[in-house]
């Protein structure tokens, strides 16, 4: 079946240090990938996307590259603030709608 | 913006008790899902919609009924309540075209079975 795993976490960075997240995926074909962060207290929110290998999502300084040949889509963000303080999930989906979700990691970033 | 509204965010009950919790959306989206979110486990869906009256089997669906009576509103049961289903539920809904489209997701309830 689909699957997701995430690097374990908790993860906790100084201001402006750098932020990777990896992401691998198991699945049957090329599905299209997602990061979506969960603010304390908050529900989730998409934070980028890529719909097809060697696609680039970007928001917020957040990037993620879909590499077919590694099954990954890592998170990376050159300079994190503390307001990136947030759960990150990796997930991916077919032409089902269904996500299929990571177990999440949780980034804390200190001042 | 998208509003995903579930009707309350904590949520106190005992266990054998019928449990309902509402979710509505203001988008017109066709798709509607809930999930449980545990620590380590990520999101789990349970049941989804992608239409009125229609419904289907989650990942983990034993325990949980749902109902979609009108397109906007999607309301999960839990049929007899238990210790085990002490959990944040996440509702989310989505339109149908294409699998690009994203999941637009409410606050969350947190949901206590004593």
């Known amino acids: 079946g689909n699957s997701v795993t995430q690097m374990e976490g908790p993860v906790t960075l100084s201001e402006e240090a750098f932020l990777t997240i990896n992401c691998t995926y198991t699945?049957?074909?090329?599905?299209?990938l997602f990061w979506y962060v969960q603010y304390p207290g908050e529900g989730l929110q998409l934070l980028l996307k890529a719909t097809k290998a060697d696609d680039k999502g970007s928001n917020k300084g957040f990037e993620a590259t879909y590499r077919k040949e590694t099954t990954s889509f890592h998170l990376e963000k050159g300079s994190v603030q503390v307001s990136d303080s947030a759960v990150y999930f990796c997930a991916l989906a077919f032409n089902d709608y269904k996500l299929s979700f990571g177990a999440g990691t949780t980034v804390t970033v200190r001042a | 913006d998208v509003k995903v509204t579930q009707s309350s965010r904590y949520l106190v009950k005992r266990t054998g008790e019928k449990v309902f919790l509402e979710c509505v959306q203001d988008?017109?989206?066709?798709?509607m899902f809930w999930y449980r979110q545990d620590p380590g486990l990520g999101l789990r869906l349970i049941y989804f919609s992608y239409d009125v009256k229609m419904k289907e089997k989650g990942d983990i669906p034993e325990g949980y009924s749902v109902s979609r009576e009108k397109k906007e509103r999607f309301s999960l049961i839990l049929e007899s309540a238990s210790t085990n289903q002490t959990s944040m539920y996440l509702c989310?809904?989505?339109?149908?075209?294409?699998?690009?489209?994203?999941?637009?997701f409410g606050d969350g309830t947190r949901l206590s079975i004593l």
């Open positions: 988008m017109d989206h066709e798709n």
């Open positions: 699945a049957t074909g090329y599905p299209s």
């Open positions: 989310a809904s989505s339109f149908t075209q294409g699998n690009n489209q994203p999941q637009h």
